[in-house]
């Protein structure tokens, strides 16, 4: 099998956090989204993994490069204009006879991948969504099996989202149907979109089914980011093996090599990266970068860029890389 994972986005709605690195590589319960990603498909047998790479390229470069994976290449998407023309740039890398698992990216989900080891059909993953309209959506018969794909409806046709998992069996198919699109010049919304491909392969005659997902984590926004950061700390959680002085950690929380917590509160749903130093501190539902200094100030649903510093301050920040905020109080 191999695995292809687009990480070209440039995650414009969390800046200022992605103007120094991709959305892909963002911090989140102790390790990069990236990470938690190719942790999902662990156990499966991967020949490859093509990483579709584009805004911060030089990034997910040294990600993998320090990751040090023997079965990785980099595929890079010059002109970004759509998910169906990002996959086929992968196209001369893929085997007829070789499965496929696309996983997007910039979500994070609770399902086990294993079963797909074994299966013998084209499965896209999918969640219900009381709002179908913002997403790509599966009609399917009464024994799940995919009848019509349709890319952000606008009008009802199904509640079931595509969450950004594909596993294709029929790889030729697959590659007629993406070079279609683009001799064609069949756009949707003005890009190419894997949808429509997929829903080629299904008017073929192609069987899929759909497999739903326990769980569908967004972290698009601010937000929605430190919300997934607290789902997935409860199974991320090391805070009980360490102790500070004259401060208390309250699960669950995550903790990074050389951190310094002097006389501070942390907690519950905070993620400290590497070097970061509290001193007279009270934080919670956080996500703190690398090398950040905090002292005598009481935060909460913040988000700390790497190597910023915040002193005396009371309150909410999402706070750039290289920042440095310091309320003066009268005294």
Request: hydrophobic fraction near 40%; include cysteine.
């Amino acid at each position: 099998m191999k695995v292809i994972l687009p990480v070209a986005g440039t995650g414009t709605r969390l800046r200022p956090f992605t103007l120094h690195l991709p959305k892909c590589l963002l911090p989140i319960a102790g390790k990069t989204l990236l990470d938690h990603i190719i942790d999902s498909f662990k156990d499966l047998n991967v020949s490859e993994m093509l990483f579709i790479t584009g805004y911060k390229y030089e990034h997910v470069d040294a990600f993998l490069k320090l990751r040090n994976f023997l079965n990785a290449r980099t595929v890079f998407q010059e002109n970004p204009q759509g998910l169906g023309e990002a996959i086929s740039l992968c196209l001369p890398y893929l085997k007829d006879d070789e499965p496929v698992l696309i996983i997007l990216g910039d979500t994070l989900f609770d399902a086990d991948l294993s079963f797909l080891q074994n299966e013998t059909e084209n499965v896209l993953m999918t969640r219900e969504v009381e709002d179908p309209r913002r997403f790509g959506v599966a009609v399917t018969d009464a024994s799940g099996r995919i009848t019509r794909l349709v890319e952000k409806p606008e009008t009802f046709v199904s509640r079931e989202a595509l969450v950004g998992i594909y596993y294709i069996r029929d790889v030729a198919a697959l590659r007629k149907a993406l070079l279609r699109l683009l001799n064609e010049n069949i756009r949707t919304r003005g890009e190419y979109q894997l949808t429509d491909a997929l829903q080629m392969m299904v008017e073929a005659g192609f069987k899929f089914h759909t497999a739903k997902i326990q769980s569908w984590l967004d972290c698009g926004t601010p937000e929605t980011f430190l919300e997934t950061n607290g789902l997935v700390l409860s199974k991320n959680d090391n805070s009980k093996e360490f102790t500070f002085p004259g401060s208390r950690l309250i699960s669950p929380c995550h903790i990074a090599a050389n951190v310094t917590i002097t006389d501070s509160t942390v907690g519950p749903n905070v993620s400290l990266g590497e070097g970061v130093s509290l001193m007279n501190v009270t934080i919670s539902n956080s996500v703190v970068s690398e090398r950040v200094v905090v002292k005598s100030s009481e935060l909460s649903d913040s988000i700390l860029g790497e190597d910023s510093e915040v002193n005396s301050f009371n309150g909410s920040l999402l706070l750039g890389d290289h920042s440095k905020v310091e309320s003066r109080r009268n005294t």
